[in-house]
């Protein structure tokens, strides 16, 4: 089994850094802060933005057709375009009091996938996931505990999920034409720390991040089988992506429940 080290991108202690991505596009890497409420990019000229949102955002995700994001929220759907913040829906239609927006995904066919967490602290958690398209939200599954990672595979008929709380991923049939997820299956538990995160290579491959524990996991999209690991000076690692030529990764933590130097800082690494 390989393992790599990630090393050190940008030492800044966020909070909560979730949701990377990369859009070639635009040559622009971006992530939020989940509890500080910020959307960061950083693009091809190392210039750094940020908006902010006054809330908890979960994820937000490069828009398909357009220059811009669409960022799940605590209280609704935005879109953020040149800096510029518009609700597209209200979510408090369809949470619970004390319920927000975590990690977020869209599929091919320009669905925005989101799960609803408990953040008051006080109830047990629970959620469900979703999808938003054209002014609709739809419930694809109930009873979640807390949604995270999504991904799908190169043949669009399988959609990937990591549930933290119940410490597996799942692999469901999925059909992109109506959207809907059968047949949940587990692919792999996590024994040591938690999923979180995660991202999908062009071989099926699934880049999980392992909440307290120091590391990333490459495993078979097929067998779940563990295929490498990235070791990170970090406890919390919360997602990844790749970039640029597609060998280098982009990798967030997080240091909500710790204060180590490196904890919440970005990193780092180079694949072969």
């Not at 390989?2 to 050190?8: L, N, P, Q």
């Not at 850094?17 to 409420?37: C, H, M, Q, T």
């Not at 750094?48 to 759907?77: K, N, R, S």
């Not at 953040?119 to 807390?146: A, N, P, W």
Request: proline letters at 2%; charged letters at 35%.
């Amino acid at each position: 089994m390989k393992t790599y080290e990630a090393k050190i991108f940008m030492k800044k202690n966020h909070r909560l850094a979730e949701s990377p991505f990369y859009d070639e596009r635009y040559k622009r890497l971006s992530w939020v802060d989940i509890i500080e409420g910020k959307l960061y990019t950083l693009d091809e000229n190392e210039k750094l933005e940020c908006v902010e949102f006054g809330q908890m955002i979960g994820a937000a995700v490069p828009l398909p057709d357009e220059d811009g994001y669409m960022v799940a929220a605590t209280d609704g759907i935005y879109t953020v375009k040149g800096g510029v913040k518009e609700k597209v829906f209200d979510l408090t239609k369809v949470y619970e009091p004390g319920q927000r927006s975590n990690d977020a995904k869209m599929d091919s066919e320009g669905r925005l996938w989101f799960g609803s967490v408990v953040y008051d602290g006080k109830s047990t958690q629970h959620g469900d996931l979703f999808s938003y398209k054209d002014g609709e939200v739809v419930c694809r599954f109930k009873g979640t505990k807390l949604s995270n990672g999504m991904a799908w595979n190169k043949a669009n008929d399988k959609f990937y999920f990591s549930d933290s709380d119940e410490k597996k991923v799942f692999v469901f049939d999925y059909d992109k034409t109506t959207g809907d997820i059968t047949n949940r299956r587990t692919l792999f538990d996590i024994e040591k720390g938690v999923p979180d995160g995660m991202f999908i290579d062009e071989d099926d491959n699934l880049w999980v991040a392992i909440w307290n524990a120091y590391k990333l996991e490459k495993r078979d999209g097929v067998t779940g089988e563990k295929l490498a690991e990235v070791k990170v000076p970090a406890e919390e690692v919360s997602s990844c992506c790749f970039y640029g030529d597609k060998k280098r990764m982009f990798i967030t933590t997080a240091s909500e429940s710790v204060s180590g130097e490196w904890d919440g800082c970005l990193y780092e690494c180079y694949i072969d």
